[in-house]
């Protein structure tokens, strides 16, 4: 099987955790449902949370799609499936994560967005900060 799990982990993301992976050619992987969990993507319904392609739907809004996909192909956002021995993963490379948010941020400056998508342009600002902060400390 391709895209087999050489390491498991979480990022911890002040309040919450992100289910992360290195895949044996090194590809970095983010949980596809630990990634609308942080943009804040999943609603709680009836104590129940439900997740299920709300990425997806999201990316798809017209609204939001030439903040998006401005400069990437259609298939850029396209999960990826990874495998843990025989459990199946589906993820997202990493940068993917930073690439929506930009989208977001870019979106929020230029148009007028809902409700919903305000929200989680807001809890991207705060992913891209923390991503910064994380990003200087490993660098120094």
């Known amino acids: 099987m391709d895209n ?43 104590g129940k ?7 997806t739907r999201y990316l798809d809004q017209k609204s939001l799609k030439p903040f998006i996909f401005k400069d990437k192909p259609m298939d850029h956002f396209s999960p990826m499936v990874c495998y843990m021995g025989e459990k199946k993963i589906n993820g997202y490379e990493a940068t993917i994560l930073i690439d929506i948010c930009d989208g977001f941020l870019e979106a929020r400056k ?16 705060i992913l891209v900060r923390s991503f910064a902060k994380v990003g200087l400390i490993a660098l120094i």
């Open 4 to 46: 087999q799990i050489k390491y498991e982990g979480t990022l911890d993301l002040g309040g919450f955790t992100l289910p992360c992976y290195v895949l044996e050619d090194g590809t970095r992987v983010l949980s596809g449902r630990g990634m609308q969990e942080a943009l804040k993507m999943v609603d709680v319904e009836d």
């Open 49 to 55: 949370q439900t997740a299920g392609t709300r990425l």
């Open 110 to 125: 230029h148009i007028q967005l809902s409700p919903r998508q305000s929200i989680i342009a807001d809890q991207c600002e």
